[in-house]
Every structure is written in C-alpha cells, then in structure tokens.
C-alpha cells in the first residue's frame, strides 16, 4: 500500500511523495506531464527493494496519461 500526495505541478512537471504503508520518510516521484514520462527521484525510506517506489510511479504514469491528478490517493495492489 502506498500513500501518494501530490507536490508540485508545475507547467511540464508534477511531483508525487510516496509513503509505504502510510508510515516512514516519503519517496518522490517526478513525472512529466507531455510525454508521461516518470522516474523514481528519490527512494522512500523504507522501500528498500523499490517495489513501492516501481507502483507508485507506474500509477503516476497512468494518472498523466488520463490527465487525472488527484491531490492525494491510496494505492494498493495485491
């Protein structure tokens, strides 16, 4: 489960912090908004392997292609 908080929307670029689990120094997601393009810049605290950070950047992707930014969502995945 992932917490993902919108930042920063700037002209091209938004930017996620993602929190595993709720809990823990966030990690951030920077994405750009014409090519859909996103990138983990920064680890989360307790993501040790990236998978949170690997979720949390392929919803991003898919929350710019949709031109859907919600201020703040739940991820979760099984």
């Given at each position: 489960?992932?917490?993902?908080?919108?930042?920063?929307?700037k002209?091209?670029?938004?930017?996620?912090?993602?929190?595993?689990e709720g809990?823990?120094?966030p990690g951030r997601i920077?994405?750009?908004v014409s090519?859909?393009?996103a990138e983990?810049?920064?680890?989360?605290?307790n993501d040790e392997f990236g998978r949170y950070g690997h979720n949390a950047m392929k919803r991003i992707r898919?929350?710019?292609?949709k031109k859907n930014?919600?201020?703040d969502a739940i991820q979760a995945w099984y």
């Amino acid at each position: 489960m992932n917490k993902l908080v919108l930042t920063e929307f700037k002209n091209d670029s938004v930017v996620y912090l993602y929190i595993p689990e709720g809990e823990g120094k966030p990690g951030r997601i920077n994405a750009s908004v014409s090519t859909g393009e996103a990138e983990v810049a920064e680890r989360a605290e307790n993501d040790e392997f990236g998978r949170y950070g690997h979720n949390a950047m392929k919803r991003i992707r898919e929350y710019v292609q949709k031109k859907n930014l919600p201020i703040d969502a739940i991820q979760a995945w099984y």
